[in-house]
């Protein structure tokens, strides 16, 4: 089921797309006007300063550079953070948080700087990546991205006056030392902005979302974050998406459901409990699927104003259910297997029924009739390309057998 929510007021094309232009100048920190050799060193990385009149960011860069401060492996205050860049050989780190009496306003701000001034009323998709040095004693949930005309200018003891655009998943504490975290939203320009300040812009203490992680922590009591890929696009365009066909499976097996997006659009995945989802990236728009059990899955997609909604239903078989399921005077066979694209189905059901094939995505690639009448059909299919297939046997609305093939054409 597809429920168109609101309509925004921008033009939405459903032509060919053609990736949008990034705004932020130097994205993943690779430019420099020297190599850094010490932390307090983001002014060497190109269109890149501190947002803030005492913060002092880090840069990191291997691009022709080398020593302490060139990743993979970063070594500071007695210890080694091992961390890949998300693209290119550069990034940068702040200090989002830091949970001392006698440094309770010092937060870090990075600030980019756009290649142009934003354009008023156009909608903009917002996105970047962070990952939590590791052996640090805290990790936190507010980091946020401020979009704005002026240069340099957070007043760290009065943080809370500002208020950030791009915020984090809600409820979310980003924990990962190794996977890069995309934080991610759309934004709707004033018209002259030309800055994007990133960091924690909620008040501090109670506010600030954070997680002990290591009391025994040699790195005080701090969070530390790396920082890169960071990308602001104009949206132009609305694609028309459905998350597919519901998919049938076996216990123990993947499928694939969605289908590929490219407007800039965010997707969230979740099931009807609201529990663990057992995908592989609840945030994409076409991804795999492998619960433990028959999933229903709720996804939203969502660009600016416009939400769109729609439903898949991932069904698991247990092989010994199957069988259970097969009614006492039913038998089905289909064979050789190994095939050629030709087989032959001998079945004995009651009722009419169908044979379904699908590939092992899940994607119908043939479904043919069985009549009650009957009780051997020849299954051809010439536009089977050698490989698995999956095919069930549905009578009354119920899978009562489910199996393999294998196609390997002479």
């Known amino acids: ?28 920190f690779e430019q420099h006007t020297q190599c850094p050799n010490t932390e ?34 970063i070594s500071r205050l007695g210890v080694t953070w091992v961390q890949q860049p998300l693209s290119g050989l550069s990034y940068a780190g702040f200090i989002p948080y830091y949970n001392m009496s006698n440094m309770a306003s010092y937060i870090e701000y990075p600030q980019g ?11 903009y998709y917002m996105e970047f990546y962070i990952n939590s040095a590791s052996q640090m004693q805290y990790y936190i949930h507010d980091i946020s991205a401020l979009i704005t005309d002026t240069s340099g200018f957070v007043n760290t003891s009065n943080v809370q006056s500002y208020t950030p655009q791009i915020l984090p998943l809600s409820g979310k504490v980003y924990t990962d030392t ?30 600030t979302k954070d997680s002990i992680i290591n009391f025994n922590s040699q790195l005080g009591s701090a969070a530390y974050y790396f920082i890169d890929s960071v990308g602001v696009y104009p949206v132009t365009q609305w694609d028309s998406w459905n998350a597919g066909v519901d998919k049938y499976i076996t216990l123990g097996d993947s499928a694939q459901i969605g289908n590929p997006s490219s407007d800039y659009s965010i997707f969230s995945w979740v099931t009807s409990t609201n529990g663990i989802t057992y995908l592989s990236d609840s945030t994409m728009p076409q991804i795999w699927s492998k619960p433990p059990a028959t999933t229903t899955y709720y996804v ?11 439903t898949v239903t991932v069904y698991v078989t247990n092989g010994a259910g199957i069988k259970q399921l097969m009614p006492d005077n039913a038998k089905i066979n289909l064979y050789p297997n190994p095939n050629n694209g030709t087989m032959m ?15 092992i995505t899940g994607n119908l690639v043939g479904t043919y009739n069985l009549p009650a009448t009957e009780t051997t059909m020849k299954v051809q299919s010439n536009n089977l390309q050698n490989g698995m297939y999956l095919y069930r046997v549905i009578s009354n609305n119920v899978v009562i057998k489910l199996g393999k093939i294998v196609v390997m054409q002479q």
């Not at 934004?187 to 203490?205: C, D, Q, R, V």
């Not at 939203?300 to 729609?310: A, E, R, S, Y």
Request: glycine share 8%; proline share 3%.
């Open 178 to 207: 190794v996977k890069w975290m995309r934080i991610n939203g759309y934004y709707t320009a004033h018209g002259g902005e030309k800055y994007i300040i990133i960091g924690n812009f909620a008040l501090f203490g109670s506010e």
């Open 40 to 73: 307090s060193q983001i002014n060497y990385c190109n269109s890149w300063v501190n947002g803030d009149l005492h913060g002092t960011c880090d840069y990191y860069s291997a691009n022709n550079c080398a020593g302490n401060f060139s990743p993979p492996y």
């Open 300 to 310: 939203t997609k969502t660009q600016g104003t416009n939400i769109l909604q729609d």
């Open 113 to 123: 700087e756009f290649v142009s001034p934003l354009v008023i009323n156009q909608l």
């Open 345 to 359: 189905l001998d079945y004995s059901i009651n009722d009419d029924a169908s044979l379904e094939i699908t590939d």
């Open 1 to 28: 089921m597809k429920i168109k929510i609101t309509i925004s007021i921008f033009i939405l094309s459903l032509g060919s797309y053609t990736k949008a232009q990034n705004l932020v100048l130097n994205p993943s």
